[in-house]
């Protein structure tokens, strides 16, 4: 690993309204990680925008949280990281800052994986496409909205990693690459921002029930695994204030155990 890893108290719970006033972009915010942090945000009091490819498989989040009590309307934030071109980004942020006039935190929780394959036999294409989703558009989204975070007086941007013994192995493939990228994004970002207020963190989930894994670990009872809340909690903590300690750091979800190595 490039970042030092740090690690979030047993007992750790999120202050109520601990991201109160906070404007925080979720990409990948239809399934999985990005739900799950969409709905811990809204909970902890931010006003959530919801990214994804399409308005209508975000809409059902849209309502989850609207049914809420006492939260900030959400706001339906489509896009297709796939097929975006550098100016659609930046068109992205200016949209973010027409509608909301602001933003304070931006989670990649977005991911494409279409399962174990070994080099020799993936296409072009594939690696391709999923490099830029899991590498090229967290830098180019990123990118886009640095202007809105770094006029705040605290903001953070979270980087979704996956475990680093796996992503070197055989038939990880594109993914695997990508997310070895995605650290050394987080590292350089970290090292070109250490002085501002923009705070940039990585996070490395323990395994997670998501689409994802059930692509990968096709023959795996889902109910062995846990939901994506417990790292939809240290989202919200890695958001907050309270982590400018963790500035720069891998935030390690996984068992002490199973982090070893």
Do not use: N
């Not at 894994?213 to 309270?242: C, F, H, K, N």
């Amino acid at each position: 690993m490039s970042l030092p890893v740090t690690r979030l108290a047993v007992d750790w719970t999120p202050a109520a309204a601990s991201l109160a006033g906070r404007v925080i972009l979720i990409t990948g915010a239809a399934g999985g990680l990005g739900r799950a942090s969409a709905l811990a945000c809204a909970k902890a009091g931010a006003t959530v925008l919801l990214a994804d490819r399409k308005a209508r498989s975000l809409e059902p989040v849209y309502d989850e949280i609207a049914a809420l009590p006492d939260v900030a309307p959400p706001v339906l934030q489509p896009m297709d990281l796939q097929g975006a071109t550098p100016l659609e980004y930046q068109g992205f942020a200016e949209s973010i800052e027409r509608q909301l006039g602001r933003l304070d935190g931006v989670v990649h929780a977005a991911a494409k994986c279409e399962g174990l394959t070994p080099l020799a036999m993936l296409s072009p294409e594939e690696w391709i496409s999923t490099l830029h989703v899991d590498l090229s558009a967290p830098f180019l989204l990123t990118q886009a909205c640095m202007p809105l975070l770094l006029a705040r007086e605290d903001s953070a941007v979270v980087f979704v990693l996956d475990d680093p013994r796996r992503m070197g192995s055989a038939h990880w493939g594109a993914y695997g690459v990508a997310k070895a990228g995605l650290e050394s994004l987080a590292s350089i970002l970290h090292d070109e921002t250490d002085d501002t207020s923009l705070r940039v963190h990585a996070l490395l989930p323990a395994p997670m029930r998501t689409a994802l894994r059930r692509t990968v670990w096709a023959g795996e009872d889902p109910s062995t695994v846990a939901t994506p809340d417990a790292a939809a909690q240290a989202v919200i903590y890695l958001l907050s204030p309270e982590a400018k300690a963790a500035r720069g750091k891998l935030l390690d979800l996984r068992e002490p155990e199973s982090a070893k190595g």
